[in-house]
């Protein structure tokens, strides 16, 4: 399937297996224990339970997600769960963002819409609107709402539809605005452009392995993924953001040269496996999807720097 010129994969247009299904089953499992921990407040941490689950998933690592689970169990406690809000329709949703007492309400917005409007419907709508923060709590807004549109985008299922009720929640509470957009900035391609963002963060990060610097290449992979679900204006608007974040976060960064094609080491999605590390396995995973989109050598160095670092 192409979207804006881009050929992606999707598993709707796959026939449904025994394994298929048992493969849902295995992260639907995931997602309700993991989806609604989370680390005692106040705490600068985010759940990343159930953003590596779903990369696991997504690695086809269904045997080890259980472990996974049974780790993050041991060192989180139960989130606050979602209540319903009594904002009047029409409200003024700009004045309630960024303000994370209304983490309850907003999720209870979010699950309301998603079961009366489809979650393709309220991506549509909120994404545009929350990614003016797309850098808030360092993209992973964006980045836990674009595994949970990937999960579903496998299966429509209530496990699903909660983690994203549970991420757009967070990431509008979290939300606060970013950099200014240089709005006369082209982008014919929002995907592509996207993806070429990504490339260059992954060659920074070879350069820098920082934790700031590996967010921006799964930030850039998230916002590719959710472009594709986008209005063609919203879809360009949002990698124009992008843009504008990573002027800001490699630009004392010097990205390695990209020569030839790149090639990927099946050791790497191995050794993330085995770290218990969510960042090691969500970049990982971005880095193997944006080496096949792209062939850029960035991705596969990357994938080698995260999982060799001892830091």
């Given at each position: 399937m192409a979207r804006n010129g881009v050929k992606v994969d999707t598993v709707a247009e796959v026939v449904e297996t025994p394994m298929l299904r048992s493969s849902i089953a295995v992260l639907d499992d995931a997602l309700d224990r993991?989806?609604?921990?989370?680390?005692?407040i106040p705490n600068p941490f985010v759940n990343h339970a159930p953003?590596?689950?779903e990369a696991?998933?997504?690695l086809g690592l269904d045997s080890v997600i259980d472990e996974w689970v049974e780790r993050y169990e041991t060192l989180m406690g139960e989130a606050v769960p979602p209540i319903t809000p009594s904002w009047a329709p029409g409200f003024d949703w700009k004045e309630l963002l960024g303000d994370y007492r209304l983490l309850p309400e907003w999720m209870g917005y979010f699950g309301q819409a998603v079961d009366e409007e489809g979650w393709q419907a309220v991506i549509e709508v909120w994404v545009p609107r929350l990614m003016p923060g797309l850098v808030a709590a360092l993209f992973h807004g964006v980045i836990r709402t674009s595994h949970a549109v990937r999960a579903l985008e496998v299966a429509d299922t209530e496990a699903r539809r909660a983690e994203l009720t549970r991420a757009l929640g967070n990431w509008a509470v979290w939300?606060?605005?970013?950099?200014?957009?240089?709005?006369g900035a082209g982008c014919d391609d929002p995907q592509r452009s996207a993806l070429h963002a990504a490339a260059h963060g992954a060659r920074c990060y070879v350069a820098d392995p920082s934790i700031f610097n590996l967010h921006g290449v799964t930030g850039a992979m998230a916002v590719h993924l959710l472009a594709g679900h986008l209005a063609p204006p919203d879809a360009r608007a949002a990698v124009i953001q992008l843009q504008a974040e990573h002027r800001t976060l490699y630009r004392d960064?010097?990205?390695?040269?990209?020569?030839?094609?790149g090639y990927w080491?099946?050791?790497?999605v191995r050794d993330a496996s085995k770290s218990y590390d969510a960042h090691q396995i969500k970049l990982v995973e971005a880095c193997m999807g944006g080496l096949r989109l792209t062939g850029d050598p960035g991705f596969?160095?990357?994938?080698?720097?995260?999982?060799?670092?001892?830091d």
């Amino acid at each position: 399937m192409a979207r804006n010129g881009v050929k992606v994969d999707t598993v709707a247009e796959v026939v449904e297996t025994p394994m298929l299904r048992s493969s849902i089953a295995v992260l639907d499992d995931a997602l309700d224990r993991v989806s609604a921990l989370d680390f005692e407040i106040p705490n600068p941490f985010v759940n990343h339970a159930p953003m590596a689950c779903e990369a696991l998933a997504a690695l086809g690592l269904d045997s080890v997600i259980d472990e996974w689970v049974e780790r993050y169990e041991t060192l989180m406690g139960e989130a606050v769960p979602p209540i319903t809000p009594s904002w009047a329709p029409g409200f003024d949703w700009k004045e309630l963002l960024g303000d994370y007492r209304l983490l309850p309400e907003w999720m209870g917005y979010f699950g309301q819409a998603v079961d009366e409007e489809g979650w393709q419907a309220v991506i549509e709508v909120w994404v545009p609107r929350l990614m003016p923060g797309l850098v808030a709590a360092l993209f992973h807004g964006v980045i836990r709402t674009s595994h949970a549109v990937r999960a579903l985008e496998v299966a429509d299922t209530e496990a699903r539809r909660a983690e994203l009720t549970r991420a757009l929640g967070n990431w509008a509470v979290w939300f606060a605005p970013g950099q200014p957009v240089d709005e006369g900035a082209g982008c014919d391609d929002p995907q592509r452009s996207a993806l070429h963002a990504a490339a260059h963060g992954a060659r920074c990060y070879v350069a820098d392995p920082s934790i700031f610097n590996l967010h921006g290449v799964t930030g850039a992979m998230a916002v590719h993924l959710l472009a594709g679900h986008l209005a063609p204006p919203d879809a360009r608007a949002a990698v124009i953001q992008l843009q504008a974040e990573h002027r800001t976060l490699y630009r004392d960064v010097t990205p390695i040269a990209a020569a030839g094609e790149g090639y990927w080491n099946d050791q790497t999605v191995r050794d993330a496996s085995k770290s218990y590390d969510a960042h090691q396995i969500k970049l990982v995973e971005a880095c193997m999807g944006g080496l096949r989109l792209t062939g850029d050598p960035g991705f596969s160095r990357a994938a080698e720097m995260v999982t060799s670092s001892t830091d």
